[in-house]
């Protein structure tokens, strides 16, 4: 059986950058970004390709992406909670509505990724857990995120030796999405 894909496919790639930037600036989800990227049944590819263990490659692009968002904007975790601060101690000072400064700056943080719409119905607390199932947990959650590392360094060092490759893929982004994947390793 082949290991994992060294390298995106053009609709990888822009599965990642829809469901980073959205559309008109609006976020989407993940079925919308990999309808919009082409993919013939997007409700379970949208989730699929975000699953580290099946597309490390795609996953650590996302991450890339985001990094970048975060970078260009200036927004850092800390300064975002910072802001969110001033916001509440400016509301209780001025005694103003500040809900429209309080809407964007939420806004900023859930585009950096400070927020996931998640629910997690959990059984049990991890109080109940024994020291063996502590460790095997945490053993679960350090090897999915080595798996992102290595392809977050493997996506670099293709990205480095390869900027021929860059040029293919823009031009393949500006031609009309396709109904299926080809290239898809899965």
């Known amino acids: 059986m082949p290991g994992p894909a060294k390298q995106l496919t053009s609709m990888q790639i822009k599965f990642a950058q829809f469901l980073v930037y959205g559309v008109d600036g609006s976020p989407i989800t993940k079925t919308e970004a990999a309808k919009l990227a082409g993919y013939a049944t997007p409700n379970p590819e949208g989730t699929r ?3 580290p263990n099946k597309f490390p490659l795609v996953c650590a692009h996302i991450s ?3 990094d970048e968002v975060r970078q260009k904007y200036g927004i850092s975790f800390e300064g975002h ?4 601060g001033n916001i509440r ?3 209780k000072k001025d005694n103003r509505n500040l809900a429209a400064a309080a809407t964007t700056e939420i806004a900023r943080g ?3 990724g400070f927020y996931i719409d998640q629910k997690i119905i959990r059984h049990g607390k991890i109080d109940d857990m024994s020291l063996d199932q502590l460790y095997g947990r945490m053993k679960t959650i350090k090897e999915r995120n080595e798996k ?3 392809a977050k360094k493997l996506l670099a060092s293709s990205e480095e030796s390869d900027s021929d490759n860059k040029e293919t893929i823009v031009k393949k982004l500006s031609s009309p999405p396709q109904t299926s994947d080809p290239d898809s390793t899965s």
Do not use: F, H, P, Q
């Not at 909670?81 to 969110?84: R, S």
């Open 49 to 51: 390709l975000t699953d």
């Open 64 to 66: 890339n992406l985001r």
């Open 81 to 84: 909670l910072e802001e969110l």
């Open 89 to 91: 101690d400016r509301g």
């Open 110 to 112: 859930k585009v950096a």
């Open 148 to 150: 992102l590392i290595e």
